[in-house]
């Protein structure tokens, strides 16, 4: 989108040990000049990752948060220990934490309200599964989920929409460029209805199976404002091809 830089955003997912560190060093050493970058590492490796990351534009992230600042929430991290560990963005309501902990649009919403209240920027997921893109239901389910996860005192400088279909996470499936630029123009639209011109500078990612192979095919449809990338993120030369591929 014009005046939008993108951003290319990395999801290690339950993966990495300080073994994988290398691999954020290894960024360090990228070409940004056409894009921003963020990965998301699993808490344990925060401290230590913002060390590796130091000095570089590499921008570090969390993948959840509680809703609540501190509690008795066994497990849980809050979005102000994850700021306190280094953290600038987090991600909120990805489709395995939809799928594996029942999170619901309104959890989603109230952990996008938190990062807000610790000072990240939320990256909130979106997507249809495979049956409801076959059921021909794709737009009114992300409808429904902008409805319900993106709290609307939502603004572009703190909020991030990624759009997921979660028949492509992780399968090597993608979309075809129509169904892409279908999508995220729907996004925008709205979000615009909900939130106004302030929707016109908010970022929408797309996410699923982006590799660098495909990575500039993707970013160069209309609303694609950048990418959120799972497995090629662990890997800083699969990182940086797509990386690469920013227009
Ligand atoms: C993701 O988990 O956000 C994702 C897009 O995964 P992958 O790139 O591996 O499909």
Redesign the pocket.
């Known amino acids: 989108t014009p005046g939008i830089r993108p951003l290319i955003a990395g ?1 290690w ?1 339950m993966n990495g040990t300080g073994a994988a560190l290398v691999e954020l060093t290894a960024m360090t050493a990228g070409d940004f000049a056409a894009c921003e970058a963020l990965i998301c590492v699993p808490a344990t490796l925060l401290t230590r990752a913002k060390g590796a990351l130091e000095g570089s534009a590499v921008q570090l992230g969390g993948q959840d948060c509680h809703a609540q600042a501190s509690g008795a929430h066994t497990g849980d991290v809050s979005a102000e220990m994850l700021a306190d560990a280094g953290a600038s963005h987090v991600i909120v309501g ?1 489709s ?1 934490r939809r799928t594996d902990h029942g999170e619901t649009d309104a959890i989603v919403a109230a952990k996008a309200e938190a990062a807000w209240r610790a000072g990240l920027t939320a990256v909130i ?1 979106i997507g249809e599964t495979k049956d409801e893109r076959e059921g021909g239901e794709t737009l009114a389910v992300l409808s429904r989920q902008i409805a319900g996860s993106v709290p609307k005192a939502a603004k572009a400088a703190g909020t991030v929409i ?1 759009y ?1 279909p979660v028949w ?4 090597g499936l993608t979309p075809t460029v129509g169904d892409v630029a279908e999508a995220h123009a729907h996004i925008r639209a709205e979000l615009t209805a909900l939130l106004g011109a302030e929707a016109g500078s908010m970022r929408i990612l797309y ?4 590799k660098p192979s495909n990575a500039a095919e993707l970013l160069s449809v209309a609303h694609v404002d950048g990418a ?5 993120s662990l890997k800083a030369a699969d990182f940086l091809g797509i990386v690469a591929g920013c227009p």
């Open positions: 999801n997912k990805h395995e997921c990624a997921e492509a996470i992780g399968t996410g699923g199976s982006v959120l990338v799972g497995g090629a």
